[in-house]
Structures are given as C-alpha cells and as structure tokens.
C-alpha cells in the first residue's frame, strides 16, 4: 500500500497528527491506566513520546540531550507533545539535515534513518495509548507497513532487551499497525483467532473430560500445571497452536471436565489413566506428549508406565518434584538476583527472603509473582490474575498426596523412556533454575536441554516466538 511520493517530512507530519489525536482523548481517568509498554501507564508513555521528540531535536541540532519530562499536568503534557512535534519536524526540515550522519546512543545514521526510527517509535506508542484508552488505533497503515519494513532491516540482528521485547506472533492477514507493535513486541491477542474443536471423552472411571484439538494430523498432548488448573492459562502456547497440531487437555474437575465422583482419582499418579484414555480415544499407536510445570508429573508418569507409547516427551518448566530433584535456596536466590535491576525487586526479594527463614505470610506468596515471569508487565499482571479463578484447590490439595510418587522408582523408570525428549527451561525461572534443568534432563537417555533467555516459568509468554519455534523444531525433526 503506497503513498505515492509523500516526503519524509510529510509521513512524519501525518503521524504526529494522527497520534496527537489519541492523546487529545485521553480521559482523566485514564492517564494511571497500564499499558503494553512494561511498566509504563499512559502517562508515562505520552511523557516518553514527548521525550523523545526532544531528545531527536537536540541531536538534529549538535545540543545537549534535555532533562526528563517530569511532573506535568495533563493538559501541560497535551502542549508539550504538540510544542516537541513542532520543533522536531522544524529540525528535520533544516537543509542538509536528513543527509548528514548522526551519532547517538544507537550508534550511527543519517538524518533520513533517523526519522524512520522516529516514525515506527511513535507509531508503536500511539497504538501503546489507543489500547490503553480504548480508542480505535486510527494510525495511518500506509506508514505502519513501510515502518514496519525499516524496523525489520534495523533491528532483525540487533540485540533487544532494554529497547523493545522479543518479537510476538501475528497472522499473515493482521493489520500493519498490529504486525509492527507485534514486531516490536508488544502482544496482539485480536491479531490470530486459532479455530480448536471442544471434544470429549469417557475415561476408565466414567468421568467425561473434555479437550481443545486444532489441526487434524497427530498432536502433541499438552498436560496444563496448576497443579490442577484449566488448560485456558496455557493460551495458544505462544502460537504454537497455529503451527502444529495439538490437544490441550482440561484434566479432571477443571475447566470443561467433568468432576469426578471419587476425589482420591486426582492424585497425579491417577490421572495417568486418563492419558492413557485419551490415546485410545484419538486412536494413536504412540503420542507426543508435553507437560507444563506440575501437569510434567502426569506426562512422565504415563512416560515411565507406557514408555512404548511415547514418541516424543516436550518437559515445559517441569516441576521437580516427581523426579526427585532437589531445588535448594541458594540456587533460586541466584536465579533471583538477576532480576535485581527490576523495579518490583525489593519488595519481591524481601517476601522471598521471609519464605526461606520460614517466617512467611499468606502476602509474601503473593509478592513474590513476577519472578514467576520473565517480564512483570500488563500482560503478565492479567496472565496471573486469571490463574486464580482457574484452578481447582480441592483437586490440588490430592494431587500430590501422600505416596502418590516415588522419585527413586521414577528415576529408575526413566532409563525405559528411549524416545527424545526436549527439557525447556527459563534462565530466570525460580522454580526449576538453570542449574538443576541440567540435572533433571541428565535423568533420561536422550534428552535435549533449552534454557530460553530472559524467560520464566511461563516461556511462552516471554517469547513466543523463540519458545514455539524451539518445540516445533523438536516435534518435527
């Protein structure tokens, strides 16, 4: 989609005005509101935009980068975007200016590539206020898509971490101003719609459970943790619904299953029957099955029962505890001081260091969350917050009853289990570090160990790209 032969000057013109619209709308009471930008509310982005119209300026004009923009009333920050747009747009105009070189904090361009830096930036922030405010994003999609060309050129083989997050998900027929935030990293849950079929079954006890399938060829079985919480946390896996067939089963008592008529038949070791279930009932010789955090004690019990049956084992962040690895306090306080740069540290480490001492709270469980995700930003916070009302408590309070695993005969199991299988970790999971993954995948004879950078205990969420592209890359070879 062209704009005939629009001057820079003219596409950065049109872009101001089109985001100066959305901030012209923000509502008093929407100014405190989050937004997809970590950690930032609409506020803190308008007084970023702003920023970074002065910043430009005063590179553009061999000046002194301006002091932050601080402290301003919402009508001072609505004049001052306006007044920055000005001098910008001024700056760029200058002669001479979009040929000569600049140098800046990221590195060497011309006058011309600094104005399409300014372009996708701006574009991406004014989506970043549309979302926040519920404003129709009326950004001009001619200059998203060419945006969005520049943006993969510059940045495909740049570091990212502390500009912008890993590149998310979106399908082909997205908008350009959806595909560009999506490329900048930003989630686009309206981008892709995955049609998945609801379907049940009868289990050996009579229980009907229930299971979302997408794509018609032979699945991987996806067991969701929780313990015992619905399959709906699990999303679409960071689009690896859209890329390989899959079943996400709802285990009994959660979600669309139903509950059971004998409480005890949620002990972990119990709902191997169900898997097994399941087989007979998608008609598979041998399946390829994964397991998220707790729902990996179910996957590796039914690996160690029937390790004929399993072609393939995908172990996401996979709890520890069926295995029998132990998880000491020196090694999630290493994990943890990674995340010492964040702004939520403090008060998170604290809890975490109350937990320890076994001197905790019902609080500090609470408090210390965003370890639990590389990323504690809007779509983590709403992630979390929807775990609490999907989680069957009854269910997992037998789920891990007494005598329901033996470490040491599953480790023993284990060495039965011939087909590959693929451990996923995150560098900055608290729940399995780093350090103990490797142990854990020593446990099998073919095991393959991928430590996902900058990911926690939900990978998926932190980088779906990288996360779907390690499983689909396992299942397919």
């Known amino acids: 989609m062209a704009v005939g032969f629009a001057s820079p000057l ?29 950690d930032w509310t609409v506020r803190q982005v308008v007084s970023h935009v702003v920023g970074m119209n002065r910043a430009f300026a ?143 079954f009868q289990s050996t006890d009579g229980t009907r459970l229930a299971y979302r399938r997408s794509g018609d060829a032979s699945p991987l079985i996806c067991v969701p943790g929780g313990p015992m919480a619905a399959s709906t946390y699990l999303g679409d896996l960071g689009g690896l619904v859209a890329r390989h067939p899959t079943v996400l089963l709802d285990l009994r008592g959660t979600g669309d299953s139903a509950v059971p008529a004998d409480p005890t038949s949620y002990r972990c070791d119990q709902q191997v029957r169900d898997l097994e279930s ?48 132990d998880v000491a306090d020196a090694d999630r306080r290493q994990v943890a001081n990674l995340r010492r ?30 370890f ?28 891990y009853a007494a005598g329901t695993i033996d470490a040491v005969a599953v480790r023993s199991g284990l060495r039965r289990v011939k087909g590959p299988v693929l451990l996923l970790a995150g560098e900055y999971d608290v729940a399995l570090p780093p350090t103990c993954a490797v142990q854990y995948a020593s446990l099998f004879p073919n095991a393959e160990l991928v430590v996902q950078s900058c990911a926690g205990h939900y990978p998926w969420l932190d980088d779906p790209a990288r996360f779907a592209d390690s499983v689909v890359r396992f299942v397919r070879r």
């Open 10 to 38: 003219d596409q950065l013109s049109r872009s101001f005005a089109a985001v100066g619209e959305l901030i012209s709308n923000i509502r008093p009471e929407q100014w405190s509101a989050s937004t997809t930008c970590t």
């Open 58 to 200: 005063a590179l553009l004009a061999d000046e002194p980068p301006p002091g932050r923009v601080d402290d301003m009333s919402e009508d001072e920050l609505r004049r001052a975007y306006r007044e920055s747009a000005a001098t910008l747009l001024g700056a760029f105009s200058q002669p001479g200016v979009l040929d000569r070189s600049y140098h800046g904090p990221l590195g060497t361009a011309t006058g011309t590539e600094r104005l399409q830096i300014r372009l996708y930036d701006l574009l991406a922030h004014g989506w970043d206020i549309a979302r926040a405010t519920g404003q129709p994003a009326r950004l001009p999609e001619d200059l998203a898509e060419q945006s969005l060309a520049f943006a993969r050129g510059q940045l495909s083989d740049q570091a990212r971490p502390g500009r912008f997050g890993p590149a998310q998900i979106v399908s082909d027929d997205a908008s350009a101003i959806e595909q560009l935030v999506a490329f900048l990293g930003r989630p686009v849950e309206s981008a892709r719609s995955v049609t998945a079929s609801k379907t049940t």
């Open 278 to 325: 399941l087989r007979r009932h998608l008609r598979l010789n041998r399946v390829d099955l994964a397991g998220h955090s707790a729902g990996a004690a179910v996957a590796i019990l039914y690996a160690v029962r029937y390790p004929e049956r399993v072609s393939r084992l995908v172990l996401i962040t996979p709890s520890p505890r069926p295995v029998g690895v």
């Open 341 to 370: 740069g964040e702004s939520w540290f403090a008060g998170a480490y604290a809890a975490f260091e109350r937990i320890w001492a076994a001197d905790e709270t019902e609080a500090d469980w609470e408090a210390i969350t965003p």
């Open 372 to 399: 639990s995700y590389g990323r504690w930003d809007a779509p983590a916070q709403t992630h979390h917050a929807g775990q609490a009302t999907q989680q069957n408590a009854e269910a997992a309070s037998h789920y």
